[in-house]
C-alpha cells in the first residue's frame, strides 16, 4: 500500500495511544481484554476521527487552489466541527450545510459541537431538513461562492469519499505497527459505522497489509444492516481502487451490526447510555451518545453475548465525539446538575 503519493498535510504527526482498559475488562467480565485506540486525542479541535481524513481532503482542495470548503453535517456534527477547524488553521472559508435529521432539532442557541460552529465562527451555515438532497443543496452553496469569485471544495458529509478512506487506510498501517511493536494480537477492531470512510479505510488499509484482524462496524445512523454493508463494500472497493489495488474486498470481511442503533440516528438507547456511564466510570474516558457511546454499547452487548473467542484482544476505536455530551445532559439526569453520586 503505497500513501505516499497522495498529498496530505501532516495534521497526525504521532500514532494516536493505544491503552488497556484494565477496569472496564473486570467490569464486563467477558473472558476477553479490551484496549482503546485514542482517536479521540487527534489534533483538532476536541480530536476525533474527521483529523485523519480531513488530512487527505483539504489537501486535495489546496492541490486544486480552493480558497473555501463547503461541507455538511447533523446538528451535532464532529465533521462540519473539524472542517471548520482545519479550515481556520489553513485560512480558508469554510460553509456548512446542517441536515436536521431529527425534526426540529436544530436550535440557534445549542450547545457542543452546535454551539462551536458559533465560537468558531462559520461563514455560512445553512439548516436544511433531513429529506432534502443534500448533494444539492452543498451544490448551491458552492455556486453561489464560485459567483462571488471564490473557489470552493466540497468535501462530502463525514468525508467520506477514498480519498478520506485513505486517513483510516493510513490508521490501519499505524495499528499494525503498534501491534507489532506492543505485541499485541488484536483480533477485532469495534468502531462506530456513519458515513462509513473509518469503516471503509481500515478495511482497505488491513486487507491491504494482509493484516488479519476483523473490523466491526456499529451501524449508527442506518436501521438496515445490509444498507450499510453496502455503503462499506462500495467505499472499500473504491478505496482499494484509488489506492491501486486491482481487487475487491471480500464480502465477508463487511461486517456491520444494527442492533446498537436505538430508537434511530442520534437517539440514545439505554445501553448506550450505559456504555457512556460504565467508560466514564470505571477509565475516565468520555464517549457520547451519537457515535462513540453505540459502537462501545456494540462491543459490551456482542462480548456478553459470547460473540468474541475467549481470550480475544479487542481494540476499541475512539473515534471522538465528546463535544456533543454536553448537549445531552437531560439524558443523565441521576448526575447532571446533582452532584456526584456513586
Ligand atoms: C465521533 C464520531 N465517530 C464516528 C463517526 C462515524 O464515522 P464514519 O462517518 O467514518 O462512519 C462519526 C461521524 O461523523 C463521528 O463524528
Known amino acids: 500500500m503505497n500513501l505516499h503519493k497522495f498529498p496530505r498535510r501532516g495534521y497526525v504527526k504521532t500514532p494516536t495511544p493505544i491503552e488497556y482498559l484494565p477496569r472496564l475488562t473486570r467490569a464486563l467480565d467477558a473472558g476477553i481484554e479490551v484496549y482503546v485506540k485514542r482517536d479521540d486525542l487527534l489534533p483538532g479541535t476536541l480530536g476525533g476521527n ?18 473555501a470548503l463547503v461541507t455538511s453535517g447533523a446538528v451535532q456534527s464532529n465533521h462540519c466541527r473539524l472542517t471548520l477547524a482545519w479550515a481556520i488553521r489553513e485560512g480558508l472559508e469554510c460553509h456548512l450545510i446542517i441536515e436536521e435529521r431529527v ?10 459541537n452546535n454551539f462551536l460552529f458559533n465560537l468558531l465562527g462559520a461563514a455560512g451555515l445553512t439548516v436544511v431538513p433531513g429529506n432534502a438532497d443534500i448533494q444539492a443543496e452543498t451544490q ?4 453561489a461562492l464560485r459567483k462571488k469569485g471564490k473557489k470552493p471544495f466540497i468535501i ?17 498501517q499505524e495499528i499494525g505497527d503498534q501491534m507489532l511493536w506492543g505485541q499485541n494480537d ?6 462506530a459505522s456513519g458515513s462509513g470512510g473509518t469503516q471503509a479505510g481500515l478495511l482497505a488499509g488491513f486487507s491491504a497489509l494482509s493484516t488479519p484482524i476483523e473490523v466491526i462496524g456499529i451501524n ?10 453496502e455503503v462499506i463494500k462500495s467505499l472499500t472497493d473504491r478505496t482499494l481502487a484509488l489506492l491501486d489495488l486491482n481487487y475487491l474486498i471480500d464480502d465477508s470481511r463487511v ?15 439505554p445501553a448506550t447510555l450505559e456504555a457512556v456511564r460504565l467508560l466514564a466510570r470505571t477509565e475516565a474516558i468520555l464517549v457520547d451518545p451519537v457515535y462513540t457511546g453505540k459502537a462501545l454499547a456494540g462491543l459490551l452487548g456482542l462480548a456478553r453475548e459470547g460473540f468474541f473467542p475467549r481470550g480475544a484482544k479487542v481494540l476499541f476505536l475512539h473515534t471522538g465525539g465528546a463535544p456533543a455530551l454536553f448537549s445531552y445532559l437531560s439524558s443523565f439526569p441521576e448526575v447532571a446538575g446533582s452532584g456526584f453520586k456513586a
Open 103 to 112: 425534526p426540529d432539532s436544530y436550535d440557534p442557541h445549542g450547545s457542543g
Open 156 to 172: 462530502p458529509g463525514g468525508a467520506a469519499d477514498p480519498v478520506g478512506a485513505l486517513g483510516y487506510a493510513a490508521c490501519a
Open 50 to 67: 474527521k483529523t485523519r481524513k480531513l488530512d487527505f481532503s483539504v489537501a486535495k482542495a489546496l492541490s486544486q487552489g480552493a480558497d
Open 255 to 269: 461486517i456491520c451490526y444494527e442492533n446498537f442503533l436505538g430508537p434511530g440516528y442520534s437517539l440514545a438507547a
Open 220 to 229: 449508527v445512523r442506518r436501521a438496515k444492516r445490509e444498507d450499510q454493508r
Open 186 to 191: 488484536f483480533s477485532h477492531v469495534v468502531c
Open 140 to 143: 448551491a452553496a458552492a455556486e
